[in-house]
């Protein structure tokens, strides 16, 4: 065996990471949304990806997924190609993305989780309505399981879909903005179940927005303007330096001292 048979097809990304990236740049027509970004998440951890407004931060999720295409670069999902272990994938996308008309009830939008492990041509039976039901309860909307997806308030929507993410009992959990437009009661609600993923050995990487819960929800952050500006433990990436460059002049200093303060 070679040197490069031993690291792999994928270039020696580190093939614990539940999602490395070596390289990658995306451009919308011309303009770049990533540049050569690379990033190794750790696996059984919470990982922030923090970045402004534009920053690339959902292009990078998409990106990462095969669901938009790369200019360049490699991604692997535990060490593998990610159509090789989609199975093992919940993605959660940005709320705002997502058409909130279709005519399904909560309970439905849960099931759809649930084929991906079943294979479409198995029949939904009772006991998959139970383990829908069950999920549904986890996220605190057992009671609303027959109720059209399109009437519920929008943290209720986002606990569904939070709540089909937990019947495809995937093993890396990727969000967009689980928190965007959320109540605190569902803020607290989601936060939980993620910590509990996190305690089953699984995955967890978010897109979030409120730089001031990164240090008390995250173990690991990625910052991004375009490019990589910093990625670590909390206490090292996410300091008063990384943030003014990531986010320029835009952070108040007495923010970012919010922010070095809540961090240490
Ligand atoms: P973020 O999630 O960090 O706010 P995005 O990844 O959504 O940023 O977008 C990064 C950049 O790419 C932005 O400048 C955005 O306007 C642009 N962009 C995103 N999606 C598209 C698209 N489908 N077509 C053209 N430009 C896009
Ligand atoms: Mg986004």
């Known amino acids: 065996m070679t040197a490069s048979d031993q690291s792999g097809a994928e270039g020696g990304l580190d093939p614990r990471s539940p999602l490395a990236v070596r390289g990658l740049t995306v451009t919308y027509g011309e ?66 993305s997502v058409d909130w008309d279709f005519p399904t009830t909560a309970i439905d ?21 139970d383990q829908a039901r069950a999920c549904l309860d986890r996220v605190g909307m057992a009671d609303f399981a027959d109720r059209q997806i399109g009437q519920l308030s929008g943290g209720q929507q986002q606990r569904v879909f939070l709540a089909r993410a937990l019947a ?15 109540d605190a009661a569902t803020e607290r609600a989601i936060i939980d179940v993620l910590k509990s993923l996190k305690d089953e050995g699984r995955s967890v990487i978010a897109v979030h927005h409120d730089l001031s819960t990164v240090p008390q929800y995250f173990d690991h952050v990625l910052l991004i303007n375009l490019r990589r500006v910093a990625e670590g433990p909390i206490a090292e990436a996410f300091t008063p330096e990384t943030l ?20 240490s």
Request: charged share 20%; proline share 6%.
């Open 31 to 96: 303009k770049p949304a990533l540049f050569s970004l690379d990033a190794t998440f750790p696996a059984g951890r919470m990982s922030a990806i923090v970045g402004p407004n534009g920053a690339g931060k959902s292009t990078f999720l998409k990106a990462a997924l095969d669901l938009i295409p790369r200019v360049s670069g490699e991604v692997t999902v535990f060490g593998r190609p990610v159509d090789q272990v989609r199975d093992r994938i919940a993605y959660v996308p940005q709320r705002a």
């Open 109 to 129: 939008v849960v099931l759809m989780g649930l084929y991906g492990r079943l294979g479409l041509w198995r029949r939904i039976t009772g006991g998959h309505r």
């Open 168 to 182: 495809q009992e995937a093993d890396l959990y990727l969000l967009d903005e689980p928190f965007a437009g959320v």
């Open 244 to 263: 003014t460059k990531a986010y320029g002049g835009r952070l108040a200093a007495t923010q970012l001292d919010r922010l070095a303060l809540s961090a």
